[in-house]
């Protein structure tokens, strides 16, 4: 008897530490609502079609999994209203409308993730040199636009809703520095800015209003494109009428920031919450793991020197950079880090630059498609 009660105490106690979820066999991982740990992941539809793949160790897995298992909690996609250009160049289907991001938010939902789905109002990329009016608004005065946005919000939230879809956050525009669906809703003038701030509105309030009757309550994110621009970008918004939103969300790239040391991120996310009561999110950014291409597409990214004499293109950098910009995140109240297109792998996908990837070097994937050692985001 004394046996018996001996071994059940241990498989009591083995059974404690299996469940224990901080233990080496079952990292603790954080939930999006504590700290969004995200992955923009729009391209890997595309990629899959074209041949491309993911693996672990040399086995093939899927990449939400993947995503997943290093502790991302979080994918983020875009979606552009009608981009009619993808079909010559993917014999004839399009990536990146409703259809195409419906397949990547249940893949994300399946895997357990939340969702960041961001709203580019355009046909295209939008960024801070480009917010190109979807054709089919083209024509349409400014009041009409303004019931536009509104609308097709609330018409991809309402179709989301229709396949239990529905995404944890929204993004009202990306990178919309000098406002969006220009000429209309650019910020070159005083009028400019209350026409932007007038569009961002109707697309917040089309989000309240869906919210009022759905279980899922999207938290809205309006997002600027680095640090250096954030304070007067926002400054400009609270003096023209913006209504109530959720999350500064911010692109911080190395390559065309200001802010050249995690120090000064790190002050610069606590002063944009003191200052405008928001959270305060990194919604885009990334770092190389390589100079070199694995195709001959040119890639965007590359580090010349090191920054702040440590960080440098190989991926011990690269794992180091990515899980210290979160620790300065976390320091600083931030509530989130989503890396852009870490699955932008090689592979036959072509767009209208080129073959290939311009990004596999940033990639969290070595040029044979297998997840590179280091990339992990357990509690702390």
């Not at 007038?198 to 869906?210: E, P, Y």
């Amino acid at each position: 008897m004394k046996h018996i009660l001996l071994l059940t105490g241990l498989a009591l106690l083995f059974l404690s530490c299996k469940r224990n979820t901080g233990s080496a066999t079952q990292p603790a991982f954080y939930t999006w609502d504590e700290f969004a740990v995200g992955a923009d992941l729009s391209y890997v539809n595309e990629i899959e079609d074209a041949g491309g793949s993911y693996k672990v160790n040399g086995k093939q897995q899927d990449v939400f999994e993947i995503m997943k298992s290093v502790g991302v909690n979080t994918v983020r996609v875009r979606l552009w209203h009608n981009p009619a250009w993808k079909q010559p160049l993917n014999n004839g289907k399009l990536y990146s409308d409703l259809y195409d991001v419906e397949k990547t938010i249940r893949r994300a939902k399946q895997a357990g993730l939340a969702v960041n789905l961001d709203l580019h109002y355009s046909d295209t990329w939008a960024d801070p040199a480009h917010q190109s009016i979807p054709a089919a608004w083209a024509a349409a005065p400014f009041e009409v636009l303004k019931d536009s946005v509104y609308q097709y919000t609330l018409t991809v939230l309402n179709y989301m809703r229709s396949k239990n879809l529905v995404p944890e956050m929204i993004q009202i525009g990306n990178e919309t520095n000098s406002g969006m669906l220009w000429p209309i809703g650019k910020t070159d003038s005083n009028e400019g800015w209350k026409r932007f701030t007038d569009l961002l509105n109707s697309g917040i309030k089309a989000v309240k209003d869906f919210s009022a009757t759905s279980t899922i309550k999207p938290k809205t994110i309006l997002h600027v494109a680095q640090l250096q621009d954030a304070e007067y970008w926002l400054s400009q918004l609270k003096a023209n009428g913006i209504a109530d939103f959720d999350i500064i969300g911010l692109s911080h790239y190395y390559k065309w920031s200001t802010y050249a040391t995690m120090e000064s991120v790190g002050k610069k996310m606590d002063s944009l919450q003191r200052n405008y009561n928001k959270k305060v999110m990194i919604v885009e950014t990334a770092f190389p793991f390589t100079n070199n291409n694995a195709d001959s597409y040119t890639n965007i990214l590359s580090v010349e020197n090191k920054l702040e004499n440590k960080y440098e293109a190989t991926p011990v950098s690269q794992a180091a950079y990515i899980s210290d910009l979160v620790k300065t995140i976390q320091q600083n109240k931030g509530s989130g880090m989503m890396y852009w297109e870490p699955a932008w792998i090689t592979s036959p996908m072509k767009d209208l630059w080129g073959r290939g990837s311009a990004w596999e070097n940033a990639a969290w994937f070595d040029f044979s498609g297998n997840l590179l050692n280091g990339i992990s985001f357990q509690k702390r």
